[in-house]
Structure formats: structure tokens, C-alpha cells
């Protein structure tokens, strides 16, 4: 029977104000009775000290000594959680709405069940990891925070599940949450909640095997937490096991209830595979599943982006600025700038970035204003406007200082790096890309390195070493995960442009056609996407393939009809478009 030993069943009775809780333990092989108890109580306060009594009792049935049952790492259950039933009622009733993934309302039963008892550790904790959740990272802090001031009430499995969580919080501390996971699963190997947000550290250090082992076992352990499942299809996806990752979503399906956020993440299996119209009838799944559900928004906006239904995704995005929750309107911010910046409209993306330092700034998010920030600096950087992307690597790089976002400090030196070698101030740029390979090399996120080797690579280009450049260019593409349509653009083009100086027209244009068939990976990189066209308009021209370069001129100068003023390439592009139409 799996491993069990002995079978514990009991029956609860009540009259009145009092109760009476009766128990057998037999041996699980052959039924035989161990031993029988029973403890009564009066009102509902003295549940939890009854529970506490017939612990006791039954540990005595095991033979254990006094000084083992002494030393058990159990502790009285009103200490471990709460001493008011009803405040457990609330934390209850809020968990099973968390692992739905309707945070909102879990917080609310989080904050009945604090206004009863105010040293429920637990449900701080809880109303951390929702806020979490909601993107809201700052107040996450601060309730993990109250929850680990608390700690010392509870248990050894709780105490170790709020220091993990606590120490998850930061990139800089994942060591130590890692050991406190682990010294928890070693307690209780089924725990679905260690295991599920260790498989979340390792995710985020993209080290896939390991999430998905972790992943894996919480499955097996029958959660019901619906990112657990979408998660795992993720890291599945991340290797391209899409089969794996399908058969993850259709289980839960089966085994608990159809789920937007399932829905979603069934979306994105098709979106990595091209098939665009597939992940479309997904992602009206799950609207139907839950209207309110603001990812869903976004993700139908991507998809109608990946489509060139550029209208539609805007009238999408817009829908994210009409909701309440402040990462709605964030995440509508981001997109919008997207599409703006697809179409060579600089301005108004770097205007709805700066609408979202503001938000961000509003809602006391640090690591939104390094996110936004980032934005504004890679925006400045294709457009030209070196000494305002400096601005703001530097603002992205004080933000994640405040909020040990290290994601946000990597590339702000990365940016800045890339500004330096764009000005032509290679000694700088040396020296950050040091600085950020250093940075890297001290912290777990081994694979950011990828972000040094595209520098190194830039800083090759620069010296017309091209095989050297390439090299640089493919490393850091190599450590990119997920399938060929989600690829960094970035070093995409930065791959086809080495071809292209060295000389190498088909092996540009072969790579310049990845850049155009990316879904994912040119999310936030839509004018590079754009600028593929104009790219391999002036390759086909050079090959004196006439018909295949004025196509893709026009494709270019489709998507920048409404560019802002001043840009080269579109100017450049209508030039040679007429040349070839007249000859």
C-alpha cells in the first residue's frame, strides 16, 4: 500500500457545545487493531488542545519513548498554525482560492483570518506569496518579512517552508532557500508546497531538469496548485518537449477542472510551434473560462501581434489599461510600447514606458521601475539616443540595487555596454562587459552569460574579426532555451549582420528569415523584426534577385508607414525601392 504501515480512521461527533472525537489505528497489512482512543471537548476554542491530547495518545501506541515523543519535531497545533478556529477556517478557505489562482480573494480571507489572530504566521506568509502572484513584489517582501518575525511559534516543516520563501525572494539568497527547501522535504518528502516553489528557484536559474524533478514530485503528491502544472509545461516547453508539456496540461484537465490559466499555457505550446490560429481558439478557452483574467488579455494581444493584426493586438492591450489590478495596466503599458516600437513609433513606446516608471513609482515597485527602465534604454539605444539610454541604464541599475532585482542590474550593464561599443568607446565598453561577466560569474544565474558572449561578440564586430564575432554570436544563442521561434532577435541580428559584412549574402538572408518567422523571441524587439525586411530587401538587391528584394521592402516600409521622422532606414528603403520599380 505504498509504504504504509499503520491506518488511522477516526469519527467526530457533536451535541450541542461539546464534542467527542473517537479514533482506531490498525496495522495496514492485516486490519489488526492497534489500539482505540478518544478524547472530548467543548466549543469550538477547544478543538485544537483536544487534537493536541489525542496526538499524545497515539504516539504512545508506536512504543515510543517519552524522551522521543519529547523530541519530535510536532509542536501543539494551536502553536503551529493559530489558537482560533475560525481564523484557520479563513486560511483554509483562502489556500484552496490561491491554488485556484484567484489572489485577490485569497488575501482577503488572509486579512478575516489576521483580524482574528495577528500572530498567524501562516497566513502572512500566504498573503505574500499572493501578492507575489500579482506581480505586487514589494508587498510580498513585507508579509514574508512579518511571517519570518513569527516563525518562531511554528513547527520545523512551517519555519522552513517561510525561510525558503523569504530567502526565494532575492537571487542573491537562493542558496539559502534552497537548503531550507530541501531540510523541509527531507522531513515531509511530500510536501507540495517546498517542492513546488524549489522547483521555481531552479526554473528561474533556468536549469530545467532540476524544475522539472521538483515540479514533478509535487504532481505526484496530488497538488492541486494550477502553476505547479503550468510551470512544469513550461520547463517542458523550454526543452521542447511539447508532447510532455501537453500531456502535464491535460491531466490537471482530467484530474481537477478545466482552468484559464491551463488554457493559456496550452496557447503557448502552439505559439513556440508556429501555429498561431490554434493557440488563438486556446486562448478564447480560456476567456470563457474566466473573462477577468488579465494574462489572458495579453496573451490574445500577442498572438493577434504574432498574426501582423496589429490593430487588434493595440485594441487588446488598451483592455489591460481599463482594469484594475496596477500589473494589468503595467503589463498594457509594456505591450503597447511593443506595438509601437514594431512599427518605428519610438516616441510613443518610450512614452508609454515612461507612463509605466510612473505606475511603478505609484504603487512603490522598484523592480517594475528597473523593468521599465530597461525598456527605455534598449528603445534609446535603436533610436540614437545615446545619452538617454545611459539615463536610464543607470535609473534600472539603482532600482534593482533597492530591490536586489539582479535581472534588472545585468542588463543595465549590458545596455550600457552595448551604448558604449554603439559610441564608439570600446575601452568603456571592455570594461563593463568585465564588470557584468563578473557579476554573473559571482551569482547562480550561470547562463546570463549569454549576455557577456553577445559584448564579446558585438566588440569583435567592431574589429571586422567576423569568424570570432560569430562565434560569440552562436554561444549566446546556444544558451538560449525554448525552439527556433523564440530565440532572442538580438542576437539574431547582430548573427546576420556578422554574415552580412563578412560577405556571406545566403547566410545573412538565411538568418535575417529566422528574425521574421520569430514569435516569442521578438516580443519587445519589434523593430528589429521590421528591420529584417528592410535587411533582406538590400541583400535580395545585392544578389540582383529584384523580385524577392522589392517584396520585402515593402513589407518593411508597410510596418514604418507611420515611423517617426528622421529615421534612415525608411527613407533609404523608399529610395531603393523606386530605383528597382523604375529599372
Known amino acids: 500500500m505504498g509504504g504504509v504501515n499503520h491506518i488511522l480512521q477516526g469519527a467526530y461527533a457533536k451535541a450541542g457545545d461539546e464534542f467527542r472525537i473517537n479514533v482506531t489505528l490498525q496495522e495496514a497489512p492485516g486490519g489488526e487493531l492497534i489500539a482505540s482512543e478518544s478524547v472530548a471537548g467543548k466549543g469550538e476554542g477547544g478543538i485544537f488542545s483536544t487534537v493536541d491530547e489525542l496526538t499524545r495518545k497515539i504516539k504512545t501506541n508506536f512504543n515510543l519513548t517519552e524522551q522521543q515523543i519529547a523530541a519530535d519535531i510536532d509542536r501543539e497545533v494551536r502553536k503551529i498554525t493559530t489558537s482560533s478556529l475560525e481564523a484557520y477556517k479563513y486560511y483554509a478557505e483562502g489556500r484552496r482560492y490561491h491554488n485556484n489562482g484567484d489572489y485577490r480573494r485569497s488575501i482577503e480571507l488572509m486579512e478575516k483570518a489576521l483580524a482574528i489572530d495577528p500572530g498567524f504566521a501562516m497566513a502572512y506568509r500566504s498573503m505574500g ?110 526543452k521542447e518537449l511539447y508532447a510532455e508539456a501537453r500531456k502535464v496540461l491535460e491531466d490537471y484537465i482530467r484530474n481537477f477542472s478545466d482552468n484559464a490559466q491551463i488554457r493559456q499555457a496550452m496557447a503557448d505550446i502552439h505559439i513556440d510551434r508556429g501555429e498561431l490560429d490554434q493557440a488563438m481558439a486556446e486562448a478564447a478557452k480560456a476567456s470563457l473560462l474566466d473573462p477577468s483574467d488579465y494574462n489572458n488579455l495579453m496573451a490574445k494581444g500577442d498572438i493577434c501581434l504574432y498574426k501582423g493584426e496589429l490593430i487588434r493586438a493595440e485594441e ?204 516569442t523571441g521578438r516580443l519587445g524587439y519589434g523593430d528589429i523584426y521590421a528591420k529584417s525586411f528592410y535587411m533582406m530587401g538590400k541583400i535580395y538587391e545585392q544578389k540582383g534577385e529584384k523580385a524577392r528584394a522589392i517584396e520585402n521592402y515593402r513589407k518593411f516600409l508597410d510596418l514604418w508607414k507611420n515611423a517617426d521622422p528622421g529615421l534612415p532606414e525608411p527613407e533609404d528603403a523608399r529610395t531603393r525601392l523606386a530605383r528597382l520599380k523604375a529599372s
Open 316 to 519: 487588446e492591450y488598451q483592455k489591460l489599461l481599463q482594469m484594475k489590478e496596477p500589473a494589468a495596466h503595467a503589463l498594457g503599458l509594456v505591450r503597447l510600447a511593443y506595438v509601437w516600437q514594431l512599427q518605428g513609433e519610438y516616441e510613443k513606446a518610450r512614452n508609454a514606458h515612461k507612463q509605466g516608471v510612473g505606475l511603478a513609482e505609484m504603487v512603490g515597485q522598484d523592480s517594475w521601475i528597473a523593468r521599465f527602465a530597461n525598456g527605455l534604454e534598449l528603445m534609446c539605444l535603436n533610436s540614437g539616443d545615446f545619452e538617454e539610454a545611459l539615463k536610464y541604464s543607470q535609473i534600472a541599475w539603482e532600482s534593482g540595487e533597492r530591490s536586489e532585482y539582479l535581472a534588472g542590474q545585468r542588463l543595465a550593464l549590458y545596455g550600457r555596454a552595448r551604448v558604449f561599443i554603439a559610441t564608439k568607446a570600446m575601452d568603456k565598453a571592455q570594461r563593463t562587459a568585465d564588470e557584468l561577466k563578473e557579476m554573473i560569474d559571482k551569482g547562480m544565474f550561470k547562463r546570463a552569460i549569454r549576455y557577456h558572449y553577445h559584448l564579446m561578440g558585438l566588440l569583435e564586430l567592431e574589429k571586422k574579426r567576423y569568424p570570432q564575432a560569430i562565434k560569440y554570436f552562436e554561444s549566446a544563442l546556444a544558451l538560449e532555451a525554448f525552439g527556433p521561434l523564440s530565440k532572442n532577435a538580438v542576437y539574431l541580428d547582430s548573427l546576420a549582420l556578422a554574415h552580412y559584412q563578412a560577405g556571406n549574402l545566403d547566410k545573412a538572408a538565411e538568418t535575417y528569415g529566422r528574425i521574421a518567422a520569430l514569435t
Open 129 to 238: 506569496m499572493s501578492y507575489n502572484n500579482l506581480g505586487l513584489f514589494s508587498e510580498r517582501t513585507k508579509f514574508i518579512q512579518k511571517a519570518l518575525e513569527l516563525s518562531d511559534r511554528l513547527s520545523d516543516a512551517e519555519r522552513y517552508q517561510i525561510q525558503g520563501d523569504f530567502y526565494s525572494d532575492s537571487e542573491k539568497t537562493y542558496d539559502r532557500a534552497i537548503e531550507a527547501f530541501n531540510n523541509l522535504l527531507a522531513l515531509y518528502p511530500d510536501n507540495t508546497m517546498a517542492s513546488q516553489n524549489l522547483g521555481l528557484i531552479y526554473y528561474s536559474l533556468e536549469e530545467w531538469d532540476k524544475a522539472i524533478q521538483c515540479y514533478n514530485l509535487s504532481v505526484r503528491n496530488k497538488s492541486d496548485f494550477v502553476f505547479t502544472y503550468t510551470q512544469l509545461a513550461e520547463a517542458y516547453r523550454a
